[in-house]
């Protein structure tokens, strides 16, 4: 099993700043891609940006392209999200997940951390 903890979340002014870390524990593959999605209130969970292993491959949903910035040390088994230019509509539980590899299924989950953008 691997465990995924997620932190930074909080409540910050649009136009703001926050950094999102995810630490995995457990039994952690070798090499794991690993992924951040977000659900708002009374929305479906949506997929927000990915990284591989190497961390020479990212992908990011519309939304957020050009504010939100994920990066990973695999020293620490921490993926990290840097949200600037921060939007209302940024506001989710931000969750982590783990998959095999890029484009596969996500087959373990953190427990999200609250992310609050007020106007």
């Known amino acids: 099993q691997v465990q995924l903890v997620e932190s930074g979340g909080g409540l910050v002014q649009a136009g703001g700043s926050l950094r999102l870390s995810c630490v995995a524990s457990?039994?952690?593959?070798?090499?794991?891609?690993m992924g951040w999605f977000r659900q708002a209130p009374g929305k479906e969970r949506e997929f927000v940006a990915a990284?591989?292993?190497?961390?020479?491959?990212?992908y990011y949903a519309e939304p957020v392209k050009g504010r939100f910035t994920i990066s990973r040390e695999n020293a620490k088994n921490t993926v990290y999200l840097q949200m600037d230019s921060l939007k209302p509509e940024d506001t989710a539980v931000y969750y982590c997940a783990v998959s095999e590899m890029l484009g596969y299924d996500y087959d373990y989950w953190g427990q999200g951390t609250q992310v609050t953008v007020s106007s």
């Open positions: 990284i591989n292993w190497s961390g020479g491959r990212f």
């Open positions: 457990g039994r952690t593959p070798s090499s794991y891609a």
